[in-house]
Nanobody, 125 residues
Framework: QVQLQESGGGSVQAGGSVRISCAVS???????IQWFRQAPWKEREGVAV???????FYIGSVKGRFSVSRDNAKNSVYLDMNNLQPEDTAMYFC????????????????????WGQGIQVTVSS
């Protein structure tokens, strides 16, 4: 059974940086992790994805500010968020798929078989 454990997050001022981590257990290598976020009263949206060959994709609003990476030795995926803005305030979730092998866009919620518990990132102006 695949399990995801997020860590990091927190509160920062606008322009600051935060790293959130997603530790994966129960599966090794060649999996897809997509980061989602959900702000109060808004739908969950995918923001960044990494697949088995370490290809990545970002939505336009975070491209150039967010970076997703993988550490195979730790079986973890990271989301580094820079130049954060108040509109980035949300609960962030990592989600796992063993079936998504290529990345050309953000994948829909229904394609992911495991989710982290979510971690809060708050950006103040």
């Amino acid at each position: 059974q695949v399990q995801l454990q997020e860590s990091g997050g927190g509160s920062v001022q606008a322009g600051g940086s935060v790293r959130i981590s997603c530790a994966v257990s129960g599966f090794l290598r060649n999996y897809c992790i997509q980061w989602f976020r959900q702000a109060p009263w808004k739908e969950r949206e995918g923001v960044a994805v990494i697949v088995g060959d370490d290809s990545t994709f970002y939505i336009g609003s975070v491209k150039g500010r967010f970076s997703v990476s993988r550490d195979n030795a730790k079986n973890s995926v990271y989301l580094d968020m820079n130049n954060l803005q108040p509109e980035d305030t949300a609960m962030y979730f990592c989600a796992f798929s063993r079936d998504i092998l290529n990345v050309q866009n953000i994948a829909p919620v229904g394609l992911f078989e495991a989710w982290g518990q979510g971690i809060q990132v708050t950006v103040s102006s």
